[in-house]
């Protein structure tokens, strides 16, 4: 098996949520007490810490953060990532170009190596969907496996057809109107996506519309690499790019500490 790595992207404004005081994936959805400390000390719950810590137990040493202009509070915040046990280099993204730009901005740093991809503006419980993702792309040797996720709302996500063996067979972004009911949120890949992102991004004319991830997911499966689908039954995601959904996601974190208190007594 091929060393694994992680990256967030977190270049983006965050403009959906207008005016907020930091960038959205360090903006605390909560507090959970830490045990270690005597009397307990309360720590924020934030997204991009909650995907680190996933990370990390799904056998991540190393992760690459790429940031924009105006995300240096992400660096100031977590640091070298030592506190969450794994390394953390950052990678400055000059130009807003989209995600994939983003994403192939560390390529020399990674193309070697398996990634494990997600986005930290987002909350995906339970933690442990990136490890049993992990350990599926390693079991059926694809090229890439997606994390998938049921959906109610198809025209805010990258959405996804498969067959019977759980091969992806198409991809659809945003779509107005659809039959699917399946989102990707989440991704493991080897160093042949890795490779092929990069070769297809230099082909992209400056002056091109934004590219978006699915685009080159449907390229590369035209292009004969083998896409798996994982779905973790019972798991649930959550973007909290707009004011709506990262409400949604501080209930949901409520909801889950309240739980494991009352399982606790």
Partial sequence: MNKLVGILPAAGRGSRLGVIPCSKEIMPLGFHPDSSYHPKHWHPVT????????????????????IGGSK??????????YRYG???????QEQLRGMPFAIDIPSDWFQDATVLFSMPDTLITPSSVMADLVEHHYARQSDITLGIFSTLTPQKFG?????????????VDKPTKTHLKYMWGCAAWSPRFSYFMTDYLSK???????????????????DGL????????????????TPQSFQSAVYEMA???????????
């Fill in 226 to 241: 083998n896409i798996q689908a994982f779905i973790s039954e019972g798991s649930q995601y959550h973007d909290i790019g």
């Fill in 72 to 81: 240096f509070d992400i660096v100031e915040y977590l640091g070298n990532g």
């Fill in 86 to 92: 794994l390394s953390i280099a950052y990678f400055y």
């Fill in 204 to 222: 992209i004319p400056q002056e091109s519309p934004e590219c978006v991830l699915s685009d080159i997911f449907l390229a590369a499966l035209h």
């Fill in 47 to 66: 997204t991009i810490e909650l995907h680190l810590q996933a990370f990390k137990g799904a056998g991540v040493d190393q992760t690459a953060i790429i």
């Fill in 255 to 265: 909801f889950q500490q309240k739980q494991k208190s009352l399982e606790a007594h």
């Fill in 159 to 171: 959405m996804v057809d498969f067959d019977e063996s759980d091969r992806i067979i198409d991809f």
